[in-house]
């Protein structure tokens, strides 16, 4: 008779973080956890291994962004071996594009890549392990960059992607309680180097703004998870006006019928239709050079020319089209014009 496998520890503890921050949440299984091998993905897999046994898999992205990635992969397999949980490794290159941040193309090809692995081995949603911490850094990140409403929105607690559900059922979270439960029960975890070079706004955030703001405020993550609560609900709002006014003037947006509408809800529709109908999101400035144009188009002869993101927006036969290097005129249908 073949001898029984040697019982594998798992970690079972009642105070782990994580574990009440999964109670409420209702998750079609199996489910996979984002696991990158930091502290928080560690702890929140730990929690979802105990909360539904033997119906968690990780999820890892190699980035060969750093010389440190074959190390965070052997930290994951180690401690999925450890806990006897399915680990699937996915291996991405995340070259940027011109214009684009590295950490922007990695974030892009890591949420593709975990999305990939979660269909093709039948996970039905994915865990992400952003926390309170990440959040307030998230906000602020984006007040430093004069972002509009949805970059203080900042991160939903859920959120589809490549036909994916994504949750993240730590926003409530600190990150130091995680960490400090983790040292607690002696689990080993991968620490990014990259999360603490000063040369990364996100870090100058977290290691010099967060403790400032828990000096000055020691509620600031609740207070701003609320802001950012009131942010996603405003712009949900401003979503449905610009859906409701681009159902009038049409999309493209007819120019006569755009007139009608106050300059603040022209602002709202043309970004609108410009994000969900061609991924093209406007500076401030194209916008309201946009909206200059738009405003002085009285006469049946004046012509818009406006470089908006990686294309152009012109007027044509009354109505604003976007048109791209690669496709020479696209309508918010899809369709060549
Ligand atoms: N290489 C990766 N493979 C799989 N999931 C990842 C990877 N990197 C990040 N994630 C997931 O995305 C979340 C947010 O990523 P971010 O880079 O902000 O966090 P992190 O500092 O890597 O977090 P952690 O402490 O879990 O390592 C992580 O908590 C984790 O769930």
Request: aromatic content about 4%; glycine content about 6%; charged content about 20%.
């Amino acid at each position: 008779m073949a001898a029984s496998p040697t019982p594998r520890p798992t970690p079972v503890s009642a105070d782990n973080p994580a574990l009440a921050a999964l109670q409420g949440l209702d998750v079609p299984l199996p489910c996979a956890v984002a696991f990158s091998g930091g502290a928080d993905s560690t702890a929140l897999l730990a929690a979802a291994v105990q909360r539904w046994p033997g119906q968690v898999h990780a999820i890892h992205v190699h980035h060969g962004l750093q010389a440190a990635a074959d190390e965070f992969e052997r930290r994951c397999r180690a401690t999925c071996e450890a806990w006897s949980v399915p680990l699937h490794v996915a291996q991405v290159d995340a070259r940027h594009q011109p214009g684009e941040s590295p950490e922007d193309a990695a974030r892009k090809a890591r949420y593709a890549a975990l999305a990939e692995a979660a269909l093709a081995h039948r996970l039905a949603a994915v865990l992400l392990a952003q926390h309170a911490d990440d959040q307030v850094e998230t906000m602020v990140l984006a007040l430093s960059r004069g972002a509009g409403l949805p970059g203080l929105a900042a991160m939903a607690a859920r959120i589809e992607r490549h036909g994916v559900a994504f949750h993240r059922p730590l926003l409530q979270v600190r990150g130091d309680a995680l960490r400090e439960w983790l040292r607690g029960q002696a689990i080993a975890f991968a620490d990014d180097p990259m999360n603490a070079d000063p040369a990364y706004t996100r870090s100058r955030i977290r290691h010099e703004v967060l403790p400032a703001l828990q000096r000055a405020f020691p509620q600031f993550r609740e207070t701003f998870s609320r802001s950012a609560r009131h942010a996603a609900q405003a712009q949900q709002l401003l979503g449905e006006i610009a859906a409701a006014d681009l159902a009038l003037v049409g999309a493209p947006p007819a120019v006569a019928a755009l007139r009608s509408l106050s300059r603040a809800r022209q602002a709202n529709a043309l970004r609108h239709w410009l994000r969900t109908a061609h991924g093209a999101a406007p500076s401030a400035a194209q916008l309201e050079e946009l909206l200059d144009q738009v405003a002085a188009c009285a006469t049946r002869g004046h012509a818009i020319r406006i470089r908006v993101a990686a294309g152009r927006v012109e007027l044509r036969d009354g109505a604003l089209r976007y048109i791209t290097d690669h496709a020479s005129d696209v309508d918010a249908n899809g369709r060549a014009g």
